[in-house]
């Protein structure tokens, strides 16, 4: 931290992305809640991003592929399933691994989360280039890495 210059535009980058995730979720909320969507909330996001996109994933793949720990994956998983979104099923060779399935009634969600996701972004990326957007994900890639 010592090479890096701190000053009022570059310390509050950590309160900026708290922001905008907030707001993000504020969108994300509304649009579920216009669709008649209750019972979602903007944390389920990733689980259904990786289910829309694989037919099955274990517990511990998903927690890699949504960046969150098991406990939490776990908590998720359980509220979506007793939703009817989800199913959960022991591995037939491996009974100490739990996979993950979407069910009928979470598969017609995917259209809707296309929507909002392309609605999102859109909003996001308001008077970006194309060059501007795949700089900002490269920075922020790399200071999510720093963690």
Known sequence: ???YIINMETEHLIALVSAIRDKANRFIFEQLKARG???IAPAHGGVFFHLFRNSELTM???ARLIDRDKSTVTSLVEKLGGLGYIKRER????RRVTKIRLTQKGRLLEADFEDISRRLLSKAYVGFSDKEMEVIVKLLTRVNNNF
């Open 1 to 3: 931290m010592s090479n």
């Open 91 to 94: 591995d037939a060779v491996d």
């Open 37 to 39: 969507i209750k019972d």
């Open 60 to 62: 511990g793949e998903l």
